[in-house]
């Protein structure tokens, strides 16, 4: 053997031999799928490992994903980011917006408050609200207010007070510019209340989805083919470099060896 040959072949060698283990290595992470068995007898390394250790390996990322991807803390967060909270207050704004300019909705709305019984329930609504504002005064303006009998006049008008609280609904349904304004108020009010709200219920919501449970029985349910080929898709330039320091590290134990025995004649 040349001496050339002789630094080179060892390198070479390991190279091929560091490349082929670790993509063998990779390999039998996911293959056989199933156990092997010969007379009997279950080959070792059949199935492979995730194969072999699929349901420990679901419960793993179920619960890893439930203490530390989405926990409460991380959902409120999220959820107070202002990307999100546009977008609610715009989902929030356009569904009332369709629904206040639907025809058949804003027909039925005024029908609906112009029944006789539906009348006079707003007019005993309106009375008591009349009269809870009336006592919420001090004692000197509830004084001007029953010298002057405007309390009386007011209960006394209540019919003509709804009938004309349902004509300026009817007109800020026709009036865009008012209809703009309210719609951003109300989205804003509705879209912070709800958020407040699933703050102060995110850990009971996310304890009563249970994610770890969630997650798990999903990862479970995958063939495992689909799991190989997801792992292999997201980390294929990861693996392919596991195998290149194979090759590296094998080259260079083939390398260590050729030093070995030119050392040693």
């Not at 990307?83 to 009332?96: N, P």
Request: cysteine-free; hydrophobic content about 50%.
């Amino acid at each position: 053997m040349t001496p050339r040959l002789m630094w080179l072949i060892p390198p070479l060698i390991g190279a091929v031999i560091g490349y082929v283990t670790n993509a063998v290595a990779i390999k039998m992470l996911f293959r056989p799928l199933k156990e092997v068995r010969l007379f009997g007898i279950r080959l070792p390394f059949t199935p492979g490992i995730l194969p072999r250790q699929r349901h420990k390996l679901a419960e793993n990322i179920g619960a890893i994903v439930e203490r530390q991807l989405l926990t409460p803390e991380i959902l409120v967060a999220r959820l107070r980011q202002e990307d999100v909270q546009s977008k609610l207050k715009t989902a929030i704004v356009g569904y009332m917006e369709k629904l206040i300019n639907a025809p058949d909705t804003a027909k039925s709305l005024a029908d609906f408050l112009k029944k006789p019984e539906i009348h006079r329930l707003l007019e005993i609504h309106g009375r008591v609200f009349l009269n809870n504002a009336i006592l919420r005064l001090n004692a000197f303006q509830r004084f001007f207010l029953t010298a002057g009998q405007f309390d009386n006049t007011l209960h006394d008008r209540m019919p003509e007070i709804i009938d004309d609280l349902i004509r300026q609904l009817d007109e800020i349904r026709k009036d865009r510019d008012i209809q703009a304004e309210i719609l951003t108020f109300l989205g804003d009010e509705i879209s912070e209340r709800s958020l407040q709200s699933l703050e102060e219920k995110s850990a009971v919501l996310l304890k009563t989805i249970n994610i770890k449970a969630l997650v798990s029985a999903r990862i479970d349910s995958l063939d495992m083919l689909s799991v190989e080929h997801i792992v292999l898709d997201v980390m294929a330039n990861q693996l392919k470099w596991i195998n290149i320091f194979g090759a590296i590290l094998g080259a260079l134990i083939g390398l260590f060896q050729s030093v070995f025995s030119w050392f040693i004649r």
